[in-house]
Every structure is written in C-alpha cells, then in structure tokens.
C-alpha cells in the first residue's frame, strides 16, 4: 500500500478536488484505491453516527466498498469538542491508524488532510504527526495568491523533506497562468520541487448552486423550485438602461442577475439571455409578466431581505469557497486531470521514494 497525503497550508485550496480526480485516475489505470479523512469537520448524519460530508461524497462518486467508519474514522462536533475540553479520554489516534490498516489490501490509499498542516495538533492528529505515523508522500496544493504560493510550496518541500513528492497550483487566474507556467513552476522545479499540475481558475467548480444562495442569502423562492440545483457561475448587478442591459448580459454565460423589484424591463431583458436564476432585493416581489415568463423559460426568481450591496458582500465571502459536492462537477474534475496533471510522472516519483525507503531499511 503506497499513502499519499493531500495537504495544504490553509482551507479551501482545491483538496477534495485533487483527492477525487487523483483517485480516479488512478481506478481508470487499473489500481486499487482507498480514501481516509483523519480529521473531518463538516459532520453529516448517517445511520445514527457522524460523518465526514466530503468522505461520504468520495466514498459516493468512486463506489468505494469500505465502510464509512473506515473512510471518515473520526469527526470532530460540538459534542466530541466539549468532551476533549473537559479533558475526558478520547483515543482518537488509535481510531484513525486502525482505520488506515484496515485499508492495507490497497494499492493507493488517498488521506485527505486538515485546514493546515497543524490542526488537530492538540489532539496528536496534525498533518505532520500522520504523515510521518502512516509513511505518506505528500502532495501539496496551493491556490495561487500571487508570488507568495512559490513560498508557499517551496517552503512545505522545506518542512516535509522527502516526504515532499511534489506540489499543485490551483485556482490560477486566466492572466496568470503564463507566469505560473512560465516562471514560477520552472523556478520551483530547479529548487527541486516537482510541480505535477497547473489548475486555472474553473467557473464550473466555482460554480454554487441556486439553493445555496437562497441559504446564504436567507431568500424566499417565488417560483421554479424544481431548478434550485442549477449552478451559477456568475452574478450580474442589473442597475444600468434596458439596451445597455442586454448587451452587457450577452457576455456572462449561466449568471445569476441582482435587481430591485422595481426593475422588472432588466428582469425581463435578462431572462433573453443565459441566465439562471434572478434575485430580487429589499424583500418584495414582482408583477406576474415576469413571472410568467421566469415559469415558462424555468428561471428561478428568489426574493431576498437584503439591499444589493449586502447581497454582494455575502457572496463575495463565500466566493472560491464552494464545495465540489454538486452533481456535474465529477466529469468537470476527470477533464481536467487528463490535461492538466501528470499521474505518470508521479507515479515515478512514488516508485523512486518507495525504492529509497526501503534502502534505508535494508541499510
């Protein structure tokens, strides 16, 4: 059983992401794959017991046969967390390496790691303690920020030593991926850090759904509930003259457009073009020829509470900070690792480190 280890020094950079496409490309070369998440922190429940959301969906999208105990051994809740504050026994390492020997008939075990590489530090269950308790190569992602993501990998090279089999960038801007291609990666590469993937910025997985933002944004759905699981890619604030409008929203594909209730000429304008969902500010309605046409195209309407500026501001926050859980992101995710990912070389790698430990054994 080879372990690799999904880390990254801080949350939402692409984990679940590089985990589930690295795991199916992997299944698609013939390999027996398994999945761990030591620490999870979204607690679903599941037949009486609590359960990591993203190891349910790994499990789920790669048919895994092992049982969730198995992937997602320990979650932490508002209950276990009051127990470890009160200082009563939890053996929650011992949990987490019996779920990971349990997966030894394994070619490739896949461990999802934390926020950053020292959460679960109280509890023995930081991402360095188990890289170095189960054995693991660790890739590491990084959504680019700029200069500071070469720190950033080159620094968990420094950190990891061998342990380090190579990093990702993820999330990087269509103006920057020239840079990141050309210069950062070739950079890193002789520092002797191996990049094994260059990610844009992808509007589909950063994509939410309609019935999140009616969560988020506290909204009321006037009409086409049975649309709520459409993804938005975009949003569009509709403040501006009917011909300016159209023109403006012929641009952005599968957008959701923001407007007053007042504004019903920019509420129809937009339902001209490809947009999935209208949100309507200050808590009020519209006339029934917009909704009439919204029920006839299948164009969700949400009526929110909020002025514009508070919707924007609660969207912005949760901006590159969206699961990958939807239903269509799956294939989105295979795509890209056929092109954007280079699984042979990291297998190289794998063979090379795994030839290295086990001359240090010998020797």
Not at 6 to 22: D, E, M, P
Not at 48 to 67: C, K, T, V
Not at 162 to 167: A, N, T, W
Not at 232 to 244: R, T
């Amino acid at each position: 059983m080879v372990p690799i280890f999904i880390a990254s020094n801080r949350s939402h950079t692409g984990k679940t992401f590089l985990a589930l496409g690295l795991a199916q490309k992997l299944i698609e070369l013939g390999h027996k794959v398994g999945y761990l998440k030591p620490l999870g922190k979204t607690p679903v429940k599941k037949g009486g017991d609590l359960f990591d959301a993203d190891a349910i969906f790994i499990r789920e999208s790669l048919e895994l046969p092992d049982p969730l105990k198995v992937i997602s051994p320990f979650v932490i809740s508002y209950e276990m967390q009051h127990l470890i504050f009160e200082g009563k026994p939890q053996d929650i390492k011992k949990q987490i390496m019996d779920a990971f020997k349990a997966q030894k008939d394994k070619d490739f075990i896949i461990i999802g790691g934390a926020g950053d590489f020292f959460e679960g530090s109280t509890l023995g269950i930081d991402g360095v303690s188990l890289i170095e308790e189960t054995g693991a190569q660790v890739i590491m992602v990084e959504a680019w920020r700029g200069d500071k993501s070469i720190d950033t990998l080159y620094g968990g090279h420094k950190l990891l030593g061998e342990r380090f089999i190579g990093g990702i960038f993820n999330k990087v801007p269509a103006n920057s991926f020239s840079h990141v291609k050309g210069k950062a990666a070739p950079f890193l590469e002789k520092s002797g850090v191996a990049i094994l993937g260059i990610f844009e910025k992808d509007n589909l997985l950063g994509s939410i759904s309609i019935q999140q933002i009616v969560e988020i944004l506290n909204g009321k759905v006037l009409c086409c509930e049975e649309k709520l699981d459409e993804l938005v890619e975009h949003f569009s604030i509709g403040a501006m003259d009917v011909n300016s409008a159209l023109r403006y929203f012929s641009r952005i594909p599968n957008k959701a457009v923001i407007t007053g209730a007042h504004r019903s000429d920019i509420q129809l304008v937009a339902m001209e073009t490809s947009t999935k969902c209208i949100i309507i500010t200050g808590g009020l309605s519209t006339n029934d020829v917009v909704l009439g046409k919204a029920q006839s195209k299948g164009i969700p309407i949400v009526s929110v509470p909020l002025d514009t500026f508070t919707v924007v501001d609660r969207i912005e926050a949760v901006a590159g900070k969206t699961d990958i859980r939807q239903p269509g992101k799956k294939l989105r995710i295979r795509e890209l690792f056929d092109t954007r990912f280079d699984t042979n070389r990291l297998l190289k790698l794998l063979l090379t480190a795994k030839g290295k430990e086990q001359m240090a054994k010998e020797g």
